[in-house]
């Protein structure tokens, strides 16, 4: 079956980064794009970024660009998300996704 588990969650100061994984198995990781979502108190589950399946394009949600950097390992079946220059708004659950399919989630908090 399919698995997806995030990791690298934290507290972390305004301007403070921090760097997310998603172990995903059970299909073929190499051959699909790759999502990550986050979920923020009292919003809606928003798509953050995308990634190609050989890693070769990107997408990101306006407020997160110039910010966040998505990338995959294929050897690993793992797909990252590099945070930086945090802000309080980032604050929320983040998931990895495939196929409307999703992990546990990761908390991110940016408090100072």
């Known amino acids: 079956q399919v698995q997806l588990v995030e990791s690298g969650g934290g507290l972390v100061r305004p301007g403070g980064s921090l760097r997310l994984s998603c172990v995903a198995s059970?299909?073929?990781?190499?051959?699909?794009?790759m999502n990550w979502y986050r979920q923020s108190p009292g919003k809606k589950r928003e798509l953050v970024a995308v990634i190609s399946h050989y890693g070769s394009s990107a997408n990101y949600a306006d407020s997160v660009k110039g910010r966040f950097t998505v990338s995959r390992d294929n050897t690993r079946n793992t797909v990252y998300l590099q945070m930086n220059n945090l802000k309080p708004e980032d604050t929320g659950v983040y998931y990895c996704s495939w196929d409307h399919k999703y992990g546990q989630g990761t908390q991110v908090t940016v408090s100072s």
């Open positions: 059970g299909f073929n990781f190499s051959a699909y794009a």
